[in-house]
């Protein structure tokens, strides 16, 4: 069956840091969507990205997603304390129409 | 109101009652998700609504696991006989209806608070 994976689980960054969260599919997508999670909170959409090989920006957050369609990353320019928190992958896959699959999500700490 | 709203925000029960968990999607929203989220977890599928059908079931754990939602709005999960393993949070979200421009174009979800519970 369809398999998500977020890595890493969990990641410690220090302030002014960058760091990479990757989410990977074993079945071609349709869509993906990221979403971010603060503590105590509950999931907030951030972007979607729809194309092969899209890349979207939203300030210091950049989205990618692979030209195969079974990858996706999302990279974070000089952490602030502000970025803490889980972020999530949401998957579509092509056969299923309608239906997200969320990842394990990664877990953000920053230190400042 | 503006957006997704549950209740009740907490429940606590005993093992073996009953539970109704309920989720008032925003207005106009035709896709309705339930999911559940256990401490320091991923969010678990349990089931979609389009309108008042459901085209996929397949997370519900166990027939103890049932929704339903009528006039395309208001959606009910309803627990039965619950245990202990059923604790987490239960997080409702909904959708507008997918784009029209020619190709599919799924927009974001907007999630509720969600309801804790916590089976004893």
């Known amino acids: 069956g369809q398999q998500v994976m977020q890595i890493p689980q969990y990641q410690h960054v220090q302030e002014g840091e960058d760091f990479t969260t990757y989410c990977n599919s074993s079945?071609?997508?349709?869509?993906i969507q990221w979403y971010k999670q603060r503590p105590g909170g509950h999931p907030v959409f951030l972007i979607q990205?729809?194309?092969?090989?899209e890349v979207k920006k939203q300030k210091r957050l950049t989205f990618q997603f692979g030209e195969a369609k079974k990858n996706s990353s999302l990279h974070i320019t000089a952490t602030q304390t502000t970025d803490v928190g889980t972020y999530f992958c949401?998957?579509?896959?092509?056969?299923?129409?309608?239906?997200?699959?969320f990842g394990a999500g990664t877990q953000v700490v920053v230190t400042p | 109101g503006a957006g997704v709203s549950q209740s009740p925000s907490n429940k606590v029960t005993e093992k073996g009652k009953d539970v109704e968990l309920r989720c008032d999607p925003i207005?106009?929203?035709?896709?309705l998700y339930w999911y559940r989220q256990s401490l320091g977890q991923g969010l678990e599928f349990l089931i979609y609504?389009?309108?008042?059908?459901?085209?996929?079931k397949s997370g519900l754990p166990s027939d103890r696991f049932s929704a339903e939602r009528t006039g395309g709005s208001v959606s009910t999960l309803t627990i039965q006989r619950t245990q202990q393993e059923d604790s987490a949070v239960y997080l409702c979200?909904?959708?507008?209806?997918?784009?029209?421009?020619?190709?599919?174009?799924?927009?974001?979800?907007?999630f509720g608070p969600g309801t804790r519970l916590t089976v004893l």
């Open positions: 979200a909904s959708r507008q209806p997918p784009g029209t421009s020619g190709r599919r174009s799924y927009n974001e979800q907007f």
């Open positions: 079945t071609t997508l349709s869509n």
């Open positions: 990205l729809v194309k092969s090989g």
């Open positions: 949401a998957v579509m896959t092509t056969d299923s129409w309608g239906k997200f699959q």
């Open positions: 207005s106009g929203h035709t896709a």
């Open positions: 609504f389009q309108g008042n059908s459901a085209p996929d």
